[in-house]
């Protein structure tokens, strides 16, 4: 159905109108997420008209809450849903800068300002073994590069470290070694070297304790990005993962903010609904509840697409002067035919590209819940649980506004392994029910969370709780999962496309795309939205200005050693400081 949330009508549609390059001609943008509805945001301040297809009855994607059914009484609203918990880094920086150009009344950086820094991190061992409670804010003074020496960056990486996770003196020194490797490698190194290693391999995980295995390998990848340490990419998790948080976030150099911001209220709320509102009050057409069956192609170009009702119903074939595909990898490679696949290989490479399962479950709980002004890791948990208590960063009383009155509290739970047998049923998390589920991830996150003092909720303080509808037939022979999230084992950089597709009129946008963030996240979804724009542009012949990318950000201070890595890479010889 179309849809113009809260806004002006939208313009009335009209395909291959305008002159080339100018105002007026129009776009097809496929998926109504961050990475579609931020194509949609740049294409239509620079003239175009735009109209967004999306598979859902809302807008967002998997950043977007969801109401859960029939919780709604008294007036308030419906307990909000979610697929899995969001927050913001401050390593970001081309989403910071969409944010701030959404309004919303009485905020002068517009939905930027909806951001709430969160403070803290509790990594969570089993009972009765006490967890870490660290500080997660940036250092007020940022910390020069320039003023040191090799040895005595070193020093000051393995002093912060130790004191915050403890592990042996050797093996404390052996990453930080490591890291010292990988912030000094250069481009060409990272591409072609580090791509194809392993994180476990790379921080020598196999021959070190458990508590190292579990830190710094499985919990920097299966429980952040749901990948696993033996396969995840080295150059993703250190340059992302670790660099960016290390430099941008903790060391208070180049970021946008602290390194943990969570929002004020539901997504959609704070974030997805004024998006949509603004947009739609630009002109912006909106597609809601329509499947993209097939991007139709002939002749060197994209000709249309064919696309039905999400419930089923008759196809119909639309069109426009170029197309944006928009969609998961998952979904957007179905679309592609035989012929598009053969006027561009790089399409055929995506169906190499992995997803795996990422999946939120929330209790709504009678009373708060404090456990961490921030997000907790369940170190031990074999389902790989992250958790967040919600209502203490939402600006409203939660049980004036949602549900039934009684509910105080969200927290809000990551299941990042689905493969794995739980501590109640021996089973995984497919194998379960949804009831089964529920009741696992709570007694996981009960070993992990309930210590004296520490105001863990009795079972009877859970009110009810909600899983992501996108999650089908657990406990059965065919579980599925619509909203999978984009996974980075090793050598998976060469299988990413670019937002440039060899068909003149059609662009990619998702964070499966090459980018420079080169993580599934909401900032290479935004940046991949503002490549593929101007890609359109380019071949638009466009005079408009194009979107400005804001690429990780690189201490200046360490470009000499990078100079010298690459001329040892093109030699054949190691890093400097690599000593195996």
């Known amino acids: ?27 097809a943008v496929l998926g109504g997420g961050v990475s579609g509805l931020s194509a949609a945001h740049e294409l239509v301040e620079r003239g175009y008209r735009v109209t967004v297809y999306e598979y859902h009855g809302a807008l967002g994607g998997k950043a977007r809450s969801m109401d859960v059914p029939g919780s709604a009484a008294g ?31 009485g905020n002068p950086g517009g939905v930027h300002d909806n951001l709430r820094d969160a403070t803290q991190a509790l990594l969570a061992f089993d009972a009765p073994r006490p967890g870490l409670l660290l500080p997660f804010r940036s250092l007020a003074r940022p910390l020069d590069l320039g003023d040191l020496a090799p040895d005595a960056l070193r020093r000051i990486l393995a002093g912060a470290l130790d004191e915050v996770l403890h592990l042996p003196a050797d093996e404390l020194a052996y990453f930080v070694d490591r890291l010292l490797v990988h912030l000094t490698s ?49 150059r993703t998790v250190a340059r992302t993962v670790v660099e960016a948080f290390l430099l941008n976030g903790l060391l208070g150099r180049g970021g946008d903010g602290q390194p943990d911001r969570v929002l004020n209220g539901p997504t959609s709320e704070a974030w997805i609904d004024p998006w949509a509102a603004h947009l739609a009050s630009l002109g912006v057409e909106f597609r809601t509840g ?51 696949r053969a006027a561009d290989p790089q399409l055929a490479r995506c169906d190499a590209i992995g997803t795996d399962w990422m999946t939120g479950i929330q209790f709504y709980l009678r009373r708060p819940v404090r456990l961490v002004h921030g997000h907790a890791v369940c170190l031990d948990s ?26 105080r ?24 029910t949804r009831e089964e589920v ?98 359109l542009l380019d071949a638009d012949g466009s005079t408009a200005e194009r979107c400005h990318i804001r690429g990780l950000f690189r201490p200046p201070e360490l470009e000499p050693l990078k100079l010298v890595d690459e001329a040892r890479y093109r030699l054949g010889l190691p890093n400097t400081f690599d000593l195996g």
């Open 1 to 27: 159905m179309a849809v113009a949330p809260k806004a002006a009508a939208a313009l009335p549609h009209a395909v291959g109108t305008g002159a080339r390059g100018g105002p007026g001609r129009s776009v």
């Open 75 to 105: 007036g308030r609203r419906a307990l909000p849903g979610e697929h899995g918990f969001r927050f913001f880094p401050g390593f970001y920086r081309n989403l910071p800068d969409t944010l701030r150009r959404i309004p919303v009344p």
């Open 186 to 234: 250069c481009d060409l190194r990272r591409e072609q070297q580090w791509e194809r290693v392993p994180w476990w391999d790379f921080i020598g995980a196999g021959r070190m304790s458990h508590d190292y295995q579990r830190l710094l390998g499985v919990g920097l990848t299966r429980d952040l990005v749901a990948t696993r340490a033996e396969q995840a990419s080295t």
């Open 290 to 340: 329509t499947e993209v069956l097939e991007v139709l192609y002939a002749a060197g170009r994209i000709t249309g697409v064919r696309v039905a009702p999400a419930g089923g119903g008759a196809p119909e074939t639309v069109r426009a002067d170029h197309y944006l595909s928009a969609l998961p990898v998952e979904h957007a490679r179905a679309t592609w035919g035989p012929q598009l």
């Open 382 to 407: 074999p389902w790989s649980l992250t958790a967040v208590g919600q209502a203490q960063f939402w600006d409203r009383d939660f049980a004036v506004a949602y549900g039934d009155g009684t509910v």
């Open 409 to 432: 509290d969200c927290l809000s739970v990551c299941v990042s392994e689905w493969d794995r047998p739980g501590i109640l049923y021996g089973r995984t998390a497919k194998e379960c």
């Open 438 to 535: 529920a009741r696992e991830v709570w007694a996981q996150c009960r070993r992990a969370f309930d210590r004296p003092g520490a105001g863990w909720p009795a079972d009877a303080d859970v009110h009810s709780w909600f899983l992501d509808p996108a999650v089908t037939g657990l406990g059965g022979p065919a579980p599925a999962n619509r909203e999978q999230l984009l996974v980075h084992p090793a050598g998976t950089l060469y299988r990413r496309p670019s937002a440039t597709t060899a068909v003149g009129n059609f662009f990619l946008a998702g964070d499966y795309v090459r980018t420079e963030v080169d993580l599934a996240t909401m900032e290479g979804a935004n940046e991949s939205a503002r490549r593929a724009v101007n890609a």
